[in-house]
Structures are given as structure tokens and as C-alpha cells.
């Protein structure tokens, strides 16, 4: 567990201000407390007993105003790491020269597109740019309706893609939606969640998902409503982390075209490296989607997101009216997009995924050959799921078992959350500028409190 002594003074290179920095008083944490009462924090509250009130970050660590320095194993937003001094000077450069609604032409939006366009494989090269994942898989949505002039859509079961209205529909994840069974439009269909772990199908049997969704879809055509879109993560988030089985995303994206319809690939938690093997998750399956969404990670936590399709598709929806989102892409958030790509590339980030992802998936493999309530460890680079479970046969879910692991873990200093499906898994997602040093002080923690109770 990081040292808090040793770590503070790395953790800004600022000088610390008074009440600022880990230096507040008792007085003024209570007065702090008093006036939260009219943030509404449902899922802070969801995730923590008492949330952490986190006052600053450097790189993988997170501070608290009490000066406490914590891993922070939870960020899958703040992919360059907190504190982030060439983001912090872009910003500040541009919001002094302009800052302005998104209806203009300027170098930081075009190059930021053409950027994009150039990381995808040929053709998708057209993008627009919005301000969060949510209404990035919305917005794919429509250029679906709008290109097939249909309605009918189909989603994996357990997913999560975001809270507007079609993003919401779409998303088939009891836990993230409450009521959501009862208010699932019409036009969401779904097809089984391909859990290779603890689905209907498990291990080499996984590979049946990829032909029953196909039936799935062909099954909709012959009845009269071909799907407008297939969407899905191509890496299996919900799950904590965990790849789709060989060839699915294939065998379901053939099925889909077959029909007439589009590939959506929802790239917001998975895309921009943190696989460590590709910059795109789609790429693991070894195919190409018509539409792609991005978000998180493409702002470093800045609201930014986008999609990005082939020319015909924008063409489409172009011809229904035009795209507007008043700071989708602005001045300041483009330069954000480009700081975020340039540190990616000079700092090397994806191959530290793979590497320091690679350790760590190592070293928990080790942990569960000693602690009999791993039942396994999911995943690639730096997106890895530990899932507890009571019984490596029956592979029940250690539900509350996993929520005490994480508030132990936040004791000794290390923040993270179960997923939100069944809770028994810790969704490994760290800044990619994770550090073997980092990985080891979470394995130990990890360790000690499987090792001596939580
Ligand atoms: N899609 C996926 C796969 C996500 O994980 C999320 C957020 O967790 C979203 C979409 C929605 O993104 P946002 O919270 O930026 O609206």
C-alpha cells in the first residue's frame, strides 16, 4: 500500500495550499459534510458506506483532505493518470485563446476527427463529436434508424451503455436499471450475455454464443422485423472484464449484415489501449464495425465522446435533418481529445497496459491458488476482473463478501467497486499509467485481507 508520507509530496507539484491538499481541518471537513445535502449522490452512496472525499490525485493515487493517499484501482476515465500536466496546460492555453458552441470550423476539431479517423481502419472516417458515452450509443442508434429506415434493435443481455433514452433502453443490466424489464421498449430484443465463466455455455461450450445470437437475428428478420443494429461491448464489461468468445463477434456481425443491418461496437469503456494488446476492442475479434462510440478515456475525464461511422451512414442521417450538440467538440474539448491522444502515444500507455496488466493478471493467478474464494481472474491488460465466489463448483456469487473485501481495501488504501451484475467481481481498471510498484501494492492488500479477514 502506498506510503502516504513518502507519496504527498509527489502527488502535485503545486505547492499545498492552506485547506487545500490533504490539510483540512476537522472544522472545515464537517462544514463540508453539512452542505452535501443537496448534491444527490445515489451512486457514490451505492458503492460506499461513507464515500471518499477525494480532494486531489497524481498519476495512479487519489488524496483525501485528510491526506491520505489511496491506489486508485476504479478509474477507467482518468486513463493518463490524475494531474496530468499537458492536459492542464492545454486547457488553460485554449480557454484563453477560445472557447465557443460547436459551430464553427477550427484546427483543434478538424484534427482531432482526422486523428480519430486514422486510428480505425479504412472507411470509418467520418465523426461527430458529443460530450459523454451515453449519448455517444444514442446517437449511434439513430444513425441506425435513420440508415435502415427501421426501428428494431438488438442488445446483449447483462450490458450497460448509458442512461439517455435509447442508451437506457438498450442497456439490459437489471442492476445498473432498476425497472428495467418492466419499461424495455419494444424495439430492444437481446440475446444471451456471453459469459464464458458462469453462463449458460461455459468454457470451450462458449463458443455457441456467437450461432444462437445469429439464429436470433435471422429469427427476427424471418418474423418481419430485421434489427436496424446489432450492439454490443466486443469486450464483456458488465462481466468484470472478460473476452468475447472466439469468432462472436464474426458470427454476429454476418448475421446482422446478412439481415441488412448495422454493427454498433460501444468502444467507451474498452477502447483507446486499455486492453494493452489493441487500441480498439473490436480489434481482438479481428473485424470492423460500422459504427463505433468512444467516450471515457477520450477526455481523460473530460466530458468528450464520439462516434465514428463511414461517410454514407452520416449521409443518411444527414439527409433526416443535421447533427447539433452545443459543446460536443468545442474548442476547449478538442484539445483535450488531442492531449489525450499525444500523452497515450509519447507515454507509451498501451504497452504498459499489456505489460504492467500482464504482472498483474499474473500475480493474482497466484493469489488464487491460495485463496479458495477466487474462482477466477478475467481479462486483459488493464481491465481485469477478480469474482468471488463461495464455491468454485456451484460458482455462487460472494456477494457481500466481495462488498466488505472492497471497504477493507479502502482501509488499507486501495479504492475500487464489484460490477454491478451480481457484485461478486472487483472490476480491475486503473489509469494506464499504472506502475509494476502500483500493481504489487494492490496484490498485497488483495493478499492480506483474503489472508486475515474482512
Ligand atoms: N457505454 C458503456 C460501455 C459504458 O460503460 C458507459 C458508462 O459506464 C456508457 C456507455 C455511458 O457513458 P457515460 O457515463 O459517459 O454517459
Not at 364 to 389: D, M, P, T
Amino acid at each position: 500500500c502506498p506510503d502516504p508520507g513518502a507519496l504527498l509530496g509527489e502527488v502535485s507539484r503545486e505547492p499545498l495550499e492552506e485547506g487545500r491538499g490533504g490539510t483540512w481541518s476537522a472544522a472545515a471537513e464537517a462544514e463540508l459534510l453539512e452542505r452535501r445535502a443537496h448534491f444527490f449522490a445515489t451512486v457514490q452512496e451505492h458503492y460506499f458506506e461513507e464515500p471518499p472525499r477525494i480532494e486531489r490525485g497524481w498519476r495512479h493515487h487519489l488524496v483525501d483532505t485528510r491526506g491520505r493517499v489511496y491506489l486508485d484501482m476504479l478509474n477507467n476515465v482518468t486513463v493518463l493518470g490524475h494531474g496530468h500536466p499537458a492536459l492542464s496546460d492545454a486547457v488553460h492555453r485554449q480557454w484563453r485563446r477560445l472557447n465557443t458552441n460547436s459551430r464553427f470550423h477550427y484546427a483543434s476539431v478538424v484534427e482531432l476527427s482526422e486523428r480519430l479517423a486514422r486510428s480505425l481502419p479504412d472507411g470509418l472516417d467520418t465523426v461527430f463529436l458529443v460530450n459523454s458515452g451515453s449519448e455517444a450509443v444514442d446517437l449511434a442508434l439513430r444513425l441506425a434508424w435513420a440508415t435502415t429506415g427501421r426501428r428494431d434493435v438488438v442488445a446483449v443481455e447483462e450490458a450497460y451503455h448509458g442512461w439517455t433514452y435509447a442508451s437506457d433502453a438498450v442497456s439490459t443490466s437489471i442492476a445498473d436499471n432498476p425497472g428495467a424489464l418492466a419499461s424495455r421498449p419494444p424495439w430492444v430484443h437481446t440475446v444471451a450475455a456471453p459469459n464464458s465463466y458462469r453462463g449458460r455455455h461455459r468454457g470451450a461450450e462458449a463458443r455457441r454464443y456467437g450461432p444462437e445470437a445469429a439464429e436470433r437475428i435471422a429469427e427476427l428478420a424471418a418474423r418481419g422485423t430485421p434489427p436496424a443494429a446489432f450492439l454490443c461491448e466486443p469486450f464483456y464489461g458488465n462481466a468484470g472484464g472478460m473476452p468475447l468468445p472466439d469468432g462472436y463477434l464474426e458470427q454476429v456481425y454476418a448475421a446482422t449484415r446478412a439481415v441488412g443491418g448495422l454493427c454498433l461496437a460501444d468502444e467507451v469503456q474498452v477502447g483507446y489501449g486499455r486492453l494493452g494488446t489493441h487500441f480498439w476492442g473490436f480489434e481482438q475479434q479481428g473485424v470492423v464495425p460500422d459504427v463505433v462510440t468512444v467516450a471515457k478515456a477520450m477526455g481523460n475525464g473530460h466530458p468528450l465522446g464520439a462516434v465514428i461511422t463511414r461517410r454514407e451512414i452520416a449521409e443518411a442521417y444527414r439527409s433526416q435533418g443535421y447533427f447539433f450538440s452545443s459543446a460536443g467538440g468545442s474548442p476547449v474539448s478538442s484539445v483535450v481529445g488531442l492531449a489525450v491522444l499525444d500523452a497515450l502515444r509519447d507515454e507509451e500507455l498501451q504497452a504498459n497496459a499489456r505489460d504492467v496488466g500482464g504482472h498483474l493478471k499474473n500475480r493474482l493467478h497466484e493469489l488464487a491458488h491460495r485463496h479458495g474464494l477466487i474462482g477466477a481472474v478475467h481479462g486483459s491488460g488493464l481491465y481485469l476482473g477478480v469474482e468471488f465466489v463461495r464455491d468454485r463448483t456451484t460458482l455462487e456469487p460472494a456477494t457481500e463478501e466481495t462488498a466488505a473485501i472492497c471497504e477493507r481495501l479502502r482501509e488499507l488504501g486501495v479504492i475500487m467497486q464489484p460490477t454491478s451484475d451480481r457484485q461478486c467481481v472487483l472490476k480491475i481498471k486503473p489509469p494506464l499509467c499504472l506502475t509494476r510498484d502500483g500493481a504489487d501494492g494492490f496484490v498485497a492488500a488483495l493478499d492480506d485481507v483474503l489472508t486475515h479477514g474482512w
